[in-house]
């Protein structure tokens, strides 16, 4: 993990960042589309048949990790201008206005 002072609009190093900051707390803006995915992802029949193929839990829990994290880029790619980071918090940016999406403790 390497989180630092930055400013960026792309998809890619977003869903790097999502990554990083899973280790965080995610605010209750972030809180509420990942809610969200979990129902689309609960209701999603090729999902779940996929999902019983898998043997072992790690293989699911990674899957799954990787999912909720593609589909919240999108969503936030489509909400946002650009992202921040900025005192270890991750903020979506859409004019002048900077929303809080996740936090974590570095130190």
């Not at 004019?95 to 809080?100: D, I, P, S």
């Amino acid at each position: 993990m390497y989180i630092k002072n930055q400013k960026f609009s792309d998809e890619e190093t977003l869903l790097e960042m999502l990554f990083d900051f899973s280790l965080g707390t995610r605010s209750a803006y972030a809180e509420q589309l990942v809610a969200d995915i979990d129902k689309d992802l609960a209701e999603n029949e090729k999902y779940i048949e996929y999902m019983k193929t898998l043997q072992d839990a790690d293989d699911r829990a990674e899957v799954y990790e990787e999912e909720r994290d593609m589909r919240l880029a999108e969503i936030l790619m489509e909400q946002f201008e650009s992202f921040e980071v900025k005192n270890s918090c991750l903020y979506g940016v859409k004019g002048n206005k900077a929303e809080l999406l996740f936090e974590v403790d570095l130190y």
